[in-house]
């Protein structure tokens, strides 16, 4: 199974700032996603990013809320722009190896 | 740290005994499905998943089963232990192809001593 690294683990931000998360798999995959899961619910899908094409993004995120790099086959990247409380949540990446998918650790992120 | 399954369902259960946790899934041409165990600060980890063309599926533990008349999936941990306590998700695949998975709501599971 592919172990996936995320980097921060948590951060505090102020609202109107921008932060990147980095995500790092140790095997290379072809489609990686990005979901939110604020507290005390489920996991919500952002984006599907595959690489040497433009991230597909589910309904009602949009890329310049969130904007995605996919460079290579083993990293991605998602941006939250102009921060606001409500962008307080938790952000996972996840590897995909055919049906299964395999998730890093979250980000956990506070905008003040 | 901040638990993920603050406002979720829970299920209590005696250390011991075996667990059964419930999850209605969305779309009947859903054709995978996984049980996932997310514990508190940490990502989601895969546990068992189970195929539309099967109805019962058994790990180390755990058992899942799949209902499609009523769009009903269960999974069901055998003698609970303290580590079992987590939040448990379930998730479907309804898009063949695209490999996006729709998770359900949780459950989060308390393992009494």
């Known amino acids: 199974s592919a172990v996936i690294s995320q980097k921060p683990s948590r951060d505090i931000c102020q609202r109107g700032t921008s932060l990147t998360i980095q995500c790092q798999v140790d095997s290379q995959v072809t489609m990686m996603f990005w979901y939110r899961q604020q507290p005390g619910q489920s996991l919500t899908l952002i984006a599907t990013?595959?690489?040497?094409?433009?991230?597909?993004?589910e309904s009602g995120f949009v890329i310049d809320k969130f904007p995605i790099s996919r460079p290579n086959l083993t990293f991605s990247t998602l941006t939250v722009s102009n921060m606001s409380p409500e962008d307080s949540s938790i952000y996972l990446c996840s590897a995909s190896e055919g049906d299964e998918q395999y998730f890093g650790p979250g980000t956990r992120l506070t905008v003040t | 740290g901040e638990s993920v399954g603050l406002h979720l369902p829970t299920l209590s259960v005696q250390e011991g005994d075996n667990s059964i946790i419930n999850c209605a899934y969305s779309n009947s041409a859903s054709d995978y499905f996984i049980w996932y165990k997310q514990e508190s600060g940490k990502g989601p980890q895969f546990i068992i998943d189970?195929?539309?063309?099967?109805d019962k599926r058994q790990g180390q533990r755990v058992t899942v089963l799949l209902n499609k008349t009523v769009k009903h999936l269960s999974l069901q941990i055998a003698a609970t232990q303290p580590g079992d306590s987590a939040v448990y998700f379930c998730a479907e695949i309804n898009d063949s192809g695209t490999y996006k998975y729709i998770f359900g709501t949780g459950t989060r599971l308390k393992v009494l001593a």
């Open positions: 990013a595959n690489q040497g094409s433009e991230a597909t993004y």
């Open positions: 189970i195929r539309s063309n099967m």
